[in-house]
């Protein structure tokens, strides 16, 4: 049954059966009641492309992420879509990898009616805004989440990056680390950047010498990669008191190669994690975050979204939300053990 | 510039225009080029839905599951990504929140022509397969991956549950465990059941009484009640001396409750948990795992979806494939600390 044999069936046409199955006020509620009796009996659902041409709406919006196998994303991820749930919209989830090719391709897709709005979090190679103003030219409202174009203006849900690198820093200098350091995982981030210039800001403030050497260290964002780099760190006989690691995966690797140097956290070395991670407190030792509110982050970001979607009056790109993260304190920044 | 524009200035049909994008056989190469040389002048790229409605194509498969917060399925999705970008696909990801009435409502939608084949892990309250007889009846392949229904012919790819509820109980018990007990998650799902099964049958091999009350305690789906009744359970007199925990989310949450309640893990209780975290090794203390191969079941389960899309000579309902885990021994399942 497609809406062509519907419409005959009904004798009413085409567009009248389309109209009062998309509830318009055009039609009456006798004829609509009359088209939802026969499409319910012949159990005919509307082809949601078909539909979605009609309308000039997918009821779908795009969410652009680097990575699913992070706890900041999927508790991100959870936050929107309990907004699109509501609104009876679906996710497309797209995955960037971290790659700015890939999210070019994924951005020129959204651009071309597969979505109703996009939400994105920038790869960490992004550094300029070309692709989303394709976007913006075809109307796609669009808002950014965590991580943010700098110079570009749109929504925004972002939190303090730099307020939190400088709280790290100085957390681990007043518990004793006389050469912390900054465990960066892009030079082109924004939100990274802001991370390690609190963090250079509060080794200023307390007079924490650098010996001419700037106190970050950038890793790769291949695996193999940034353990080995993180493994010649610890081993070398610079190895730094304190660490601040910019993205949850590098606390982890640091974990990891601590316990197969026995190198020990927090005698031998202090740790603060940007993370979201609800197993801190189970960790050996137990990591002391920076947590960032991530399911309210996606939450919002999604609100703000639906806001642009549904009203062209609202004015979406000068919507700049800040929700702070919160310091937790626990064993690895500990004075002792 | 839509299509009919482009054909217009072309001086061509829109269907030659159209099958020349799509790089149709029965168009000749030189119309072909002459098409694309103008589509790309003119920046044209065709609307997605559009294009798929021609085609009958959404270049979208759809992946259903329970809930992306989860190593094991973020895992799998980038398997299942892995194989969907080479193809040049889509993936339309779908949230059930375990709920049936979810997963019904999606699977629904993507009867729909939404997408062009669907990979899903079902919910936990998932018992009937109505729901999906409907994407047969439309043709849309499906292919189920870890949770799948037991009696429903379909292409399927699933690890060895009973035999690995078999080994960790049998490690628990090799390891001094007098009163296991194993933490199910789903009352309905086979393959929750066939991991308590294996479970059980370990314990009557080895000769463990169970003094007439069946070692498993079903945990709510709900994170507060759960976390109570593992806390009930651990305060309690009869506290076992082993656990095997169905899912990474159980053990968390007694890892947690045995921290607060000053339970030692593993002189007091010894731990098993299906889980596919890489931070096992630096859990407090390091987690005894049975690891699914999380990134290849999501691999496998798309290669057989896309062969399924593309021919249909191929029996895509006779594809069942297992891919063992495998015990992976660590601390908390020591003997002593």
Redo the contacts between chains.
């Keep these: 049954m497609n809406l062509k044999q519907l419409a005959k069936e009904l004798n009413l046409s085409i567009s009248t059966v389309s109209k009062a199955l998309d509830d318009s006020h055009e039609i009456s509620e006798k004829t609509k009641s009359k088209v939802l009796e026969a499409a319910s009996k012949h159990n005919y ?6 539909s ?2 009609r309308k000039k709406r ?1 009821n ?1 919006i795009g969410v652009i992420i680097p990575e ?4 900041f994303f ?2 991100a ?2 936050g929107i ?1 309990s907004i699109a749930e509501n609104k009876g919209y ?6 960037s990898h971290d790659k700015y090719e890939n999210e070019r391709r994924i951005v ?2 959204c651009a ?3 979505v109703d709005g996009v939400l994105i979090s920038i790869s960490a190679e992004t550094i300029s805004a070309e692709h989303l103003l394709r976007l913006q030219k075809e109307n796609v409202p669009l808002v950014f989440f965590d991580r943010a174009l700098d110079d570009f203006e749109a929504a925004k849900v972002l939190t303090n990056d730099f307020e939190s690198g400088y709280l790290s820093a100085k957390h681990l200098i007043e518990n004793g680390c006389k050469r912390p350091m900054f465990l960066s995982f892009s030079e082109c981030l924004t939100m990274c950047e802001n991370r390690a210039n609190g963090f250079l800001a509060a080794l200023d403030d307390f007079k924490i010498s650098s010996n001419e050497i700037v106190p970050i260290m950038y890793c790769s964002r291949k695996e193999e990669e940034s353990y080995k780099q993180i493994q010649d760190l610890c081993n070398s006989n610079d190895r730094p008191d304190g660490i601040v690691a910019s993205v949850e995966k590098l606390a ?1 690797q640091l ?2 190669v601590c ?1 197969d140097s026995a190198v020990s956290i927090p005698n031998d070395l202090k740790v603060v994690a940007f993370s979201t991670v ?2 801190a ?6 990591l002391t975050t920076i947590t960032q509110s991530a399911f309210e982050m996606g939450r919002v970001a999604a609100e703000n979204l639906f806001k642009g979607i549904e009203s062209k009056n609202f004015n979406l790109n000068q919507q700049v939300v800040v929700i702070p993260s919160k310091l937790i304190k626990r064993q690895s920044t500990s004075r002792y053990k």
């Design positions: 659902t509307p082809n949601p492309y078909a979605g041409l997918s779908t699913v196998a992070d706890n999927s508790l991820i959870n879509q679906h996710l497309l989830i797209y995955l020129e897709d071309n009616g597969r982890m974990y990891l316990q609800e197993i407190p189970i960790l050996n030792p137990s």
